[in-house]
């Protein structure tokens, strides 16, 4: 966290980025004319009539941010990566979230990987830009910036160094709403980075501002009809166009199948073929078979549950060629290394993702 609070000139350089090196893009229609998961073609939500048009519905593929050895962004990794997801069939890209590690990076290099994204997916699927910072200017910041940009989505966590209070939570989804920045918001519930627990009242009261569109949520029950309860809890207190989110991937299919809206996906963002698989099956009312995804892609689970997934998606992109090999994660951080890589390896040949 103290790495982006010591960024070198952090609101005036990101206001030099706005004015210099932003060109606006064209933004697409909401809704594609290939009706992407989630949208109201679906037959499966609840609420999808509401939800229809919603960025944030369906497969979420969230990237890694590849770094070079010496802690610079390797732009041609990451457009590489960036064109590989926007010519699969995800629904939405989002850089910048905890996978893309924007805790870590500079002001400079935030604002250069959502420049590059906009740029690099040029329309073929929306663009989401995680804005999460410590102080509320450098929230405001990010969003503006993102927005200017062309992005079309803002994730926010309640980053803090003191924990906040849930009317300080509260205070800083209000302000993004009240600055002006008129693109949808997902709430990032993420406890096990910020520290912060939402209660649901809590998430009831930020979802009635007019911005946010869908809440990220840590995982689900394991228990099928626990799951659905889970779900059903939530929805019950937030409006008709507010979209659930399931993060935390071993539970993608249990949360899918129990109603959620969205798998926001470490996975879908180096490997989408399987995660686009699974969000299919689910979405279309086959738990069966998105049950099926999940079980095949257990060995993996596995892994992130022991290291947790950055570590793990970054020693499978290092290994595979998609980021630098010599560590693409920023220091202090690693990836899997010793005899869990070697068994990461045998485990990705066996799952043959792409």
């Not at 893009?25 to 809704?31: A, D, H, N, Q």
């Not at 109603?259 to 069966?288: K, M, N």
């Not at 793990?312 to 869990?340: D, R």
């Not at 890589?341 to 990705?348: D, E, G, I, P, Q």
Request: some cysteine; proline content about 5%; overall charge positive.
């Amino acid at each position: 966290m103290l790495a982006l609070q010591c960024s070198k000139g952090s609101l005036t350089s990101l206001r030099g980025l706005l004015r210099f090196r932003h060109r606006p893009t064209r933004l697409m229609s909401v809704v594609s004319a290939t009706a992407p998961l989630g949208d109201s073609t679906s037959g499966v939500s609840s609420s999808s009539t509401a939800l229809a048009g919603n960025v944030f519905c369906g497969l979420g593929a969230f990237p890694l941010t590849p770094l070079t050895a010496s802690g610079e962004l390797d732009e041609a990794a990451f457009t590489r990566q960036l064109d590989r997801l926007a010519s699969s069939a995800v629904d939405s890209i989002t850089v910048l979230g905890s996978t893309g590690s924007y805790m870590y990076l500079s002001t400079e290099q935030r604002a250069r990987v959502v420049e590059l994204a906009v740029a690099t997916v040029a329309g073929r699927v929306p663009v989401i830009a995680g804005v999460g910072a410590i102080s509320l200017r450098d929230v405001l910041a990010y969003a503006r910036h993102a927005e200017s940009a062309g992005a079309r989505g803002l994730l926010l966590a309640p980053c803090s160094y003191q924990t906040l209070t849930e009317e300080e939570c509260y205070g800083l989804y209000a302000a993004v709403a009240d600055s002006g920045v008129a693109l949808p918001l997902c709430v990032y519930d993420a406890p096990s980075t910020t520290k912060f627990t939402f209660s649901d009242e809590l998430h009831g009261r930020i979802a009635q501002l007019p911005n946010v569109r869908a809440i990220k949520i840590p995982g689900v029950p394991s228990n099928a009809a626990e799951a659905r309860a889970r779900v059903a809890k939530l929805r019950a207190l937030i409006p008709a166009r507010v979209a659930i989110g399931v993060s935390n991937d071993p539970y993608a299919s249990t949360g899918l199948n129990a109603g959620c809206d969205a798998w926001f996906s470490v996975l879908g963002g180096t490997y989408p073929a399987r995660a686009v698989e699974l969000t299919r099956a689910a979405l279309a009312g086959d738990a069966a078979g998105a049950t099926k995804v999940s079980d095949e892609l257990e060995p993996l689970w596995a892994f992130f549950r022991r290291h947790g997934s950055v570590r793990v998606i970054a020693a499978a992109a290092e290994m595979g060629g998609i980021a630098c090999k010599e560590g693409c994660l920023p220091l202090p951080l690693k990836s899997i290394q010793g005899e869990e890589r070697t068994k990461l390896a045998a485990a990705l040949k066996d799952l043959k993702l792409e």
